[in-house]
């Protein structure tokens, strides 16, 4: 979380309107694949700056490493071969980690009012303080992005470096890259800046190159260069959205149908009781047996 | 010692008349209101990760996250409860021909006009509302634990802990509406509130709900 909390465009399981006085323009980390070397010191810059170490890991027999993401690991290096014609075996290294959705999957889905901001830049941040540890963003997230941590119960992602942004410095690993595999600004200007990549890539023969800023999810604030097209190529999805589930699940719809049955039980006994009244089959005097007496009642 | 100044005759003082009938035995009504306690902090728990105007209720369980961390705890507890109950009941809600009249009945039954006669210790809607447990409760418990961060969840593809939550919402909203009608007739047909929480009913309560159960009930006692 930065200091910068005046620019909140969307906040988590919350009906009022977010602070949102200040607005800045959107920013956006454009990562070319076809300059990434795969040398992994974003992931140094990344540890450094958020000052968080993972522990030792396993060798899985790959360049990954650590294989996946964790709660301590917020941005990872996938090492994918793959033959594609005509090129011939192509060695693909994709920098995962938060796209920092237009529509994130994981505030819609987040119970806790607050843990899960967007601010008006497009960076998506989670507020551990007011975290409570359900891991309902993994569920929403289109890209399995979100890790729970078993040390403190809370979720953890990629910042986007937002303490730094929100004081004017682009985020860590950008700092850190030394082949300009990883650009910062604006939007726009990233949008630009990949649209020149991709026709540079086109000249060199690779003609599907395309950028990824998927619409689904309303496109996102970090962007891909993907010299190959296929996003399944780099192990993304190819259309991500929120999942229809999670939008029913999590939709006002649902919330309000929820409500309005609660309140429909509660309406109807209410009106039930005031036209009906109680059974009571103790309420009226005994009816009067053929055998019994006042007198012997009386005994 | 204390016995010796008591008049002979001295007893419990209780509101109970002599011939009532017992309707529900201490064990029953013990587990029924820890199943009810259950479900009223299930229920309260389950609203605030809803719907975000009803969080403030997390406040009751002293945080947000600690009510995170009971909520599936307790939700284990209604199961086990619930079913070392209504294991013993099962063959008492079987469903029967008469409960298709009872049922035809119940609308006039609702606006005041007299009850279809009922044959067992239930009527239709009391079995409907027992089954409707028997299969709300487990799914409940089967999509919960789908989710349960952080010991279960994790062995669960993301797209069935989607399912499960839909089906866990769905499936509490069913047991509200269940629950709530469960409630009001408790409290609409009086006598029945006394029924579970002191166990016993008059005879013309047992006579006029359920004829079927007080001749069976009321010959075992006069029976030699």
């Known amino acids: 979380m930065t200091n910068d909390t005046l620019d909140l465009v969307r906040r988590s399981a919350s009906n009022e309107n977010a602070p949102r006085i200040r607005s800045h323009l959107e920013v956006a980390k454009l990562i070319d694949i076809s300059r ?37 690991t917020w941005t990872v290096m996938r090492f994918y071969e793959k033959e594609i014609e005509p090129q011939g075996l192509q060695w693909l290294i994709v920098k995962d980690g938060c796209l920092h959705c237009a529509e994130p999957g994981c505030l819609k889905a987040c119970p806790a009012p607050g843990a899960i901001v967007q601010y008006s830049n497009g960076i998506v941040d989670f507020n551990q303080d007011a975290c409570i540890g359900c891991g309902y963003c993994q569920a929403g997230c289109p890209f399995n992005i979100p890790r729970y941590s078993k040390f403190d119960n809370k979720a953890y992602k990629c910042t986007l470096c937002s303490d730094r942004v929100g004081v004017g410095l682009e985020p ?92 429909s039980v509660f309406l109807a006994g209410f009106f039930h009781w005031m036209k009906v009244g109680p059974v009571d089959p103790d309420a009226a005097p005994e009816p009067k047996e053929p055998t019994s007496s006042p007198q012997k009642e009386e005994v | 010692m204390l016995d010796k100044v008591r008049p002979p005759g001295h007893a419990f003082a209780t509101a109970r008349p002599p011939d009532a009938i017992r309707r529900y035995s201490e064990a ?24 975000p105007f009803f969080y403030w209720l997390s406040a009751i369980f002293g945080s947000p996250q600690l009510m995170r961390v009971l909520h599936p705890f307790i939700g284990v507890a209604l199961f086990v409860l619930f079913f070392a109950y209504g294991a013993r009941l099962w063959r008492e809600n079987l469903i029967s021909k008469n409960d298709e009249r009872w049922l035809a009945g119940a609308w006039n039954y609702m ?20 089954w409707s447990m028997v299969i709300l409760i487990p799914a409940l418990l089967l999509s919960g634990l789908v989710m349960w961060r952080p010991w279960f969840a994790p062995s669960f593809s993301i797209p069935l802990r989607r399912a499960a939550a839909i089906v866990h919402v769905f499936a509490a909203f069913v047991m509200f509406i269940g629950i709530g009608v469960h409630v009001y007739a408790a409290l609409w047909t009086k006598g029945s509130m006394r029924a579970m929480t002191q166990g016993w009913v008059t005879r013309r309560w047992a006579r006029y709900h359920h004829p079927g159960w007080y001749e069976k009930v009321v010959n075992q006692k006069d029976a030699p």
């Open chain 1, 36 to 72: 990434c070397i795969g040398c992994k010191a974003c992931q140094a810059a990344c540890m450094e700056w958020n000052d968080i170490r993972d522990g030792i890991g396993v060798n899985t027999g790959s360049y990954d490493s650590p294989a996946d993401l964790t709660d301590r």
């Open chain 1, 172 to 263: 860590a690993c950008i700092k850190t890259c030394p082949t300009q595999a990883l650009s910062f600004g604006t939007k726009v200007d990233m949008l630009g800046l990949a649209a020149e990549r991709v026709s540079e890539l086109k000249e060199r023969g690779l003609e599907k190159a395309s950028i990824y800023d998927p619409a689904g999810v309303g496109g996102t604030h970090v962007v891909y260069v993907m010299p190959h097209g296929d996003p399944e190529l780099y192990g993304m999805p190819r259309d991500p959205t929120i999942s229809p589930t999670v939008r029913l699940w999590r939709s006002t719809f649902a919330r309000t149908l929820g409500v309005l049955t609660m309140v």
């Open chain 2, 28 to 51: 029953e009504r013990l587990t029924h209101w820890a199943v009810a306690l259950a479900y009223v902090l299930l229920f309260i728990s389950g609203l605030a990760m809803f719907h």
């Open chain 2, 111 to 130: 606006n005041g006009r007299d009850e279809v006669r009922v044959e067992g210790k239930y009527n239709a809607g009391q079995k409907l509302m027992y």
